[in-house]
């Protein structure tokens, strides 16, 4: 029995029903109303053999959704928030819901049950799902993204468990036997693999048929296996952030913003936020929508292991437009702030001798009477034999 057969069949008994605190009521639950129809009435006509057929099924789509690489991940993200328009995906859903439907309707003894509680039952054991029918927002784009996200990791997370464990209250609440809850959550396993992963196979059919005659390039790396380049979940989601970044897909950083996995904390072990990786780039539109975000936690003033500040950085680049845009959403940036050589970013706009940023640093009010390791600008200037700070310094002593 492969991995992810026993951690499905684990995640079905071993849910969190087995550890409900309201555990006595569900035992103790007797429905007062006679006539109505409880899940428990409907699960009696279930014919449970079919389930492990079902969960091989389900093993083997989180085995092709895990062995997605980081480039296919993101170039799909990009593909489902801009290229597939709203009427298509309304397609797919309801074409693959209805699918699911079929294959209850066949687990189900004939002639037992009205189908329609069998697709009442459908809508609810995949209510996240059924919710994607219906009118187009952007955060019904992002939480099926989300899905897909969680699913794809390699390490088996809480995410993971509790999506595949996330059955609405009144389903539970209607249901009084612990059996039929670990069948509920393998059906739901099964129905959200498949529509999830046919979601992936429609965009790598589509990639396929606008490439196949290529002989290199993206399409042919990108079905590399990548799962060696990572030793931890924080290496997977660093790869899939930075490709988003390089890609310059600014949705896709958006995404990972809106779902509160992109702060502004480290990402790296040099203590590098996002803005560190995403200013060498160049990309100012990434970098103003950044800025613009409000990422939780995030410090203008941040410094990396290297000593250096985002300002420092933008001046060792000698990019007088990302510095602009660093001022411009946080005008109170440190101006005079030091690295671990001493060196403000005044200090540094001499040693480049570039004389725009120190003017518009000076302009900005950067202390021009610090002294880097003793020395002063204007002698910083002659030691390194800039005649037009020379000039510039000795005006200002």
């Known amino acids: 029995m492969s991995r992810s057969v026993r951690d499905l069949r684990e995640l079905v008994c071993l849910s969190r029903f087995g550890f409900r605190s309201d555990e006595n009521d569900l035992d103790n639950n007797n429905n007062n109303n006679e006539n109505s129809q409880t899940n428990d009435t409907i699960l009696f ?30 170039n799909f993200i990009y593909f489902w928030l801009k290229q597939f328009d709203y009427e298509h995906k309304q397609s797919l859903f309801q074409m693959e819901f209805e699918l699911f439907i079929e294959h209850l309707l066949l687990a189900f003894t004939p002639n037992d049950i009205d189908s329609l509680q069998i697709n ?12 994607q029918i219906g009118i187009y927002s952007i955060e019904n784009d992002y939480d099926f993204i989300h899905h897909i996200d969680i699913l794809s990791r390699y ?19 209607n249901t009084n036997n612990r059996l039929h809850l670990q ?49 931890n979940p924080s ?23 809106k779902t509160n996995q992109l702060t502004g904390d480290y990402i790296d072990e040099q203590n590098r936020n996002i ?28 410094i990396a292991l290297s000593g250096n ?12 437009d990302l510095i602009e845009l660093l001022i411009k959403y946080y005008p109170n940036i440190n101006l005079n702030q030091r690295n671990k050589q001493d060196a403000t970013p005044l200090h540094l706009a001499i040693i480049y001798n570039n004389l725009e940023i120190i003017r518009f640093l000076i302009q900005l ?17 002659n030691e390194l034999n800039h005649e037009n700070l020379i000039e510039l310094f000795s005006k200002l002593v």
């Open 275 to 302: 803005l560190f990786h995403a200013l060498p780039m160049g990309n100012t539109s990434m970098i103003e929508h950044l800025l613009k975000s409000n990422l939780s936690n995030f410090d203008i003033n941040s």
């Open 309 to 320: 500040s985002l300002l420092h950085l933008c001046i060792s680049l000698e990019r007088i």
């Open 45 to 74: 006509y279930f014919d449970p053999s079919i389930l492990n057929n079902w969960l091989q099924i389900t093993s083997s789509r989180l085995e092709k959704l895990r062995s997605l690489t980081t480039n296919t991940f993101i």
């Open 155 to 173: 390490k088996r997370d809480n995410q993971y468990r509790t999506l595949l464990a996330d059955l609405p209250n009144q389903l539970i609440i």
């Open 120 to 131: 009442q039952f459908a809508r609810q054991i995949l209510h996240d799902i059924d919710k």
């Open 183 to 231: 069948w509920m959550l393998a059906i739901r396993a099964f129905g959200l693999l498949a529509i999830c992963t046919v979601a992936v196979e429609f965009f790598q059919k589509i990639q396929m048929t606008l490439e196949q005659n290529r002989t290199t390039g993206e399409f042919y790396s990108s079905q590399t296996d990548d799962q060696s380049l990572f030793n």
């Open 365 to 381: 009010g950067a202390n021009t009477k610090l002294t880097i390791k003793t020395k002063t600008c204007l002698q910083l200037s």
């Open 235 to 257: 290496d997977q989601f660093k790869n899939r952030i930075l490709t988003a970044l390089r890609k310059d897909y600014i949705d896709v950083i958006e995404y990972f913003i």
